[in-house]
C-alpha cells in the first residue's frame, strides 16, 4: 500500500468536524490540488471557494481527487444556475419567505429553516407527515420540488459557510424529521419516486451536508420506512440517523440549545418580529385552486405542436436552440417515464439535472439566456436499462 493510501485510510477515521488550525497537511494538499484544477470554475462562485466547502467533498468522497473534480465542477455550475448570487438574505427567515413565495404550492410542502444551533449548525426542519402526497403531485411540476430544495440547501450553507469565517471550524446541517401525525397515505408510491429522487440530487450536489439526522414521533412502521428510504442513502447519511424516543424534546434540547428550537420542539425560540408568526411551511391539504392546469402555462406553447423525440436506454438526446442574449429559453415537455433533465451552454450547465416524472404535471419552465450561443437541452436515459422513453416537447428561444 503506497502512502497516499495510507493517508487516505488514517483520515477515514477522523472526526469531519474540525477547527482550521487542525487541517492535516495531506489535507491541505489535497485541498490546494482541488483548488488549483478549478479554479476558473471556483472563480464564479467566489463564496463557495472555502476550505471547509472542499473539505465536504474530500471527506463525503474518501478523497478521491479524480472522482471529486467533474462532479464538483458540475455541482458549482448547478448552484450557479439557480441564480442566488443577487440574494440578500439576512436570515433563516427571510430564506423561508422567499421559498415560500418561489411556487403557489411551495407552502404545502412543509419545512424550513428553523436557524442555527448553540455551535453554529444550521436546523433544517421536515415536518414530512404535515404533506398530502396525493394532492401535492398535482400541483407543481417535480421539477420544482427538486429546484426548491436545492435552493433551500445551498442559502443555509451560504449561512454556514458564513458561521465557519467566524468560528474557524467546519459546521454542518442538522435535520429534524417530525412524523408527527403519520399515515399510511404518505407512502404514496408516485410522490415516494419524486422524493427519493430528491433525496439522490440533495446527496450529489451536498456531499457530507448532514450532520445528524434526527427522527421524531416515529410510528410502529419506522422500519418499513427506512427500508424504503435507505437505498438511495450514502453510507455516511445512513451512519448518521438517529431515531428518538419519547425524551426528544429533552435531547433536541440539550444538543442543539433550547434558545434555538421553537416551542413545538422543545424550545424558547420566539418567532422573528419582522414576520410576527413562525414562517416554517406548514403543509396541509392544498386548495383545489392550485391544482394544475394549463392556464398555468400563459399561451407560451402550442400543444398541438409537440414534437416527438425517443432516447434509447443507456443513452441521451439533445435538442439544440440558438438564442441571443437576453432571449427567453423556453420548455415544455412531456415522458411516460421519468427522464433525466438539464440545460447546457458550451458544456456547462445552465439549469442543473433533475430526474423528471411528469405522470401528474408535465415539465415546462424558462430560463433567460445570459450568453449568445446554442444551448443544449438534454434528455437522458443513460441510466436506464431496458426501455427507451419517449419525449414529447416543445423547446425555443424568444
Known amino acids: 500500500m503506497n502512502d497516499n493510501s495510507e493517508n487516505i485510510k488514517r483520515h477515514l477515521s477522523l472526526s469531519h468536524y474540525i477547527k482550521e488550525n487542525e487541517i492535516t497537511s ?30 465536504r467533498w474530500l471527506m463525503g468522497y474518501d478523497y478521491n481527487i479524480e472522482f471529486i473534480i467533474p ?45 442555527l444551533d448553540k455551535d453554529g449548525n444550521a436546523i433544517i426542519l421536515q415536518p414530512l407527515a404535515k404533506a398530502v402526497p396525493k394532492m401535492l403531485v398535482k400541483t407543481e411540476k417535480a ?14 450553507f451560504q449561512m454556514i459557510r458564513q458561521e465557519e469565517r467566524k468560528r474557524k471550524t467546519k459546521l454542518g446541517a442538522k435535520l429534524i424529521m417530525d412524523l408527527d401525525g403519520f399515515s399510511t ?9 419524486i422524493y427519493l429522487n430528491l433525496l439522490t440530487l440533495l446527496q450529489d450536489l451536498f456531499p457530507d451536508f448532514a450532520r445528524v439526522l434526527y427522527i421524531v414521533n416515529c410510528p410502529k412502521i419506522i422500519g418499513q420506512l427506512l427500508l424504503i428510504v435507505k437505498p438511495v442513502l450514502a453510507k455516511q447519511t445512513r451512519d448518521k440517523i438517529r431515531i428518538l424516543g419519547d425524551d426528544w424534546k429533552t435531547i433536541l434540547k440539550n444538543e442543539l440549545g433550547e434558545k434555538h428550537l421553537y416551542p413545538m420542539w422543545g424550545g424558547t425560540k420566539i418567532a422573528n418580529q419582522k414576520y410576527g ?9 392544498p386548495p383545489e385552486s392550485i391544482i394544475f392546469n394549463e392556464t398555468r402555462l400563459n399561451n407560451n406553447f402550442d400543444l398541438k405542436k409537440l414534437e416527438k423525440i425517443s432516447v434509447p436506454a ?33 458544456g456547462i450547465i445552465k439549469w442543473p439535472k433533475f430526474r423528471i416524472i411528469t405522470e401528474f404535471v408535465p415539465e415546462f419552465g424558462n430560463i433567460v439566456a445570459k450568453e449568445t450561443g446554442e444551448y443544449e437541452f438534454v434528455f437522458d436515459n443513460t441510466y436506464g436499462t431496458f426501455f427507451a422513453k419517449n419525449v414529447y416537447y416543445i423547446i425555443y428561444a424568444k
Open 277 to 285: 408568526e413562525i414562517n416554517i411551511r406548514p403543509g396541509g391539504i
Open 26 to 55: 495531506f489535507q491541505r494538499k489535497c485541498i490546494d490540488e482541488i483548488r488549483l484544477k478549478l479554479k476558473d470554475t471556483l472563480k464564479m462562485y467566489p463564496d463557495y471557494d472555502t476550505d471547509f466547502s472542499i473539505l
Open 314 to 346: 443507456g443513452s441521451k438526446k439533445v435538442v439544440k436552440v440558438k438564442a441571443n442574449k437576453n432571449q427567453q429559453l423556453m420548455w415544455y415537455f412531456t415522458c411516460g417515464k421519468d427522464i433525466d433533465f438539464k440545460i447546457t451552454l458550451n
Open 185 to 193: 397515505d404518505l407512502l404514496y408510491m408516485p410522490a415516494v419516486k
Open 143 to 156: 421539477s420544482c420540488l427538486h429546484y426548491l430544495s436545492a435552493l433551500e440547501i445551498e442559502l443555509a
Open 71 to 115: 462532479k464538483m465542477k458540475k455541482t458549482i455550475e448547478a448552484l450557479i444556475s439557480l441564480d442566488i448570487g443577487n440574494l440578500n438574505l439576512e436570515t433563516p427567515e427571510d430564506i423561508n419567505d422567499h421559498i415560500s413565495k418561489r411556487s403557489i404550492a411551495a407552502p404545502y410542502f412543509p419545512g424550513g429553516i428553523m436557524g
